[in-house]
Nanobody, 119 residues
Framework: VQLQASGGGLVQAGDSLRLTCAAS????????MAWFRQAPGKEREFVSA???GTYYADSVKGRFTISRNNAKITLQMNSLKPEDTAVYYC??????????????????WGQGTQVTVSS
């Protein structure tokens, strides 16, 4: 089971990026999938999740959109801010955890992709 995240980069504030998480080795089409991020010196934090519905952290609501196409998860990030700078990780679980914002509740993790937003 592997999750491969891609699409990160260096952009300016106000720009957009699209992150993609590709799953292989298992049928992930029915899994709960999520994005987390971790900035230097900070804990990993929830960004967004998708299962039967979509879920967002307040800090990204209205700017980020999560979607899925079978085994591929996409995070469209618009109106990026410097505080969005972090390594972004995709994660998977067989079911959406009750505490879906907690990283410890996800079984599968990708390697991370760096997003840097300059002011």
């Amino acid at each position: 089971v592997q999750l491969q995240a891609s699409g990160g980069g260096l952009v300016q504030a106000g720009d957009s990026l699209r992150l993609t998480c590709a799953a292989s080795g298992r049928t992930f089409s029915n899994y709960a999938m999520a994005w987390f991020r971790q900035a230097p010196g900070k804990e990993r934090e929830f960004v967004s999740a998708i299962w039967s519905g979509t879920y967002y952290a307040d800090s990204v609501k209205g700017r980020f959109t999560i979607s899925r196409n079978n085994a591929k998860i996409t995070l469209q990030m618009n109106s990026l801010k410097p505080e969005d700078t972090a390594v972004y990780y995709c994660a998977g679980a067989r079911f959406l955890p009750a505490h879906y914002h907690a990283a410890r509740n996800y079984e599968y993790w990708g390697q991370g992709t760096q997003v840097t937003v300059s002011s």
